[in-house]
């Protein structure tokens, strides 16, 4: 399987965020260099890689969903 790679504004694109947001915010503190994203060739460019970033938003997303204690000893998604 080959990993999708996007530029910034592809990735904007595909997750409904503005590209300078993806450059100076996500880039900064959620992404990382070497796992969601490489500069090919040691340059300026950033090309991210779609998988990881659409596996960890993921697992973000249900890292933070709320769960509900059941009195049967499970919990509820809620």
Aim: proline letters at 5%.
């Amino acid at each position: 399987m080959n990993p999708t790679y996007l530029t910034t504004d592809e990735l904007a694109d595909r997750i409904r965020y503005d590209a300078r947001t993806i450059r100076n915010q996500l880039k900064d503190s959620v992404l990382l260099e070497g796992v969601h994203y490489f500069r090919p060739f040691g340059g300026r460019k950033m090309l991210f890689i779609w998988e990881a970033i659409e596996r960890d938003m993921m697992l973000a997303s249900l890292a933070n969903a709320p769960l509900v204690p059941l009195s049967a000893g499970g919990v509820a998604h809620g």
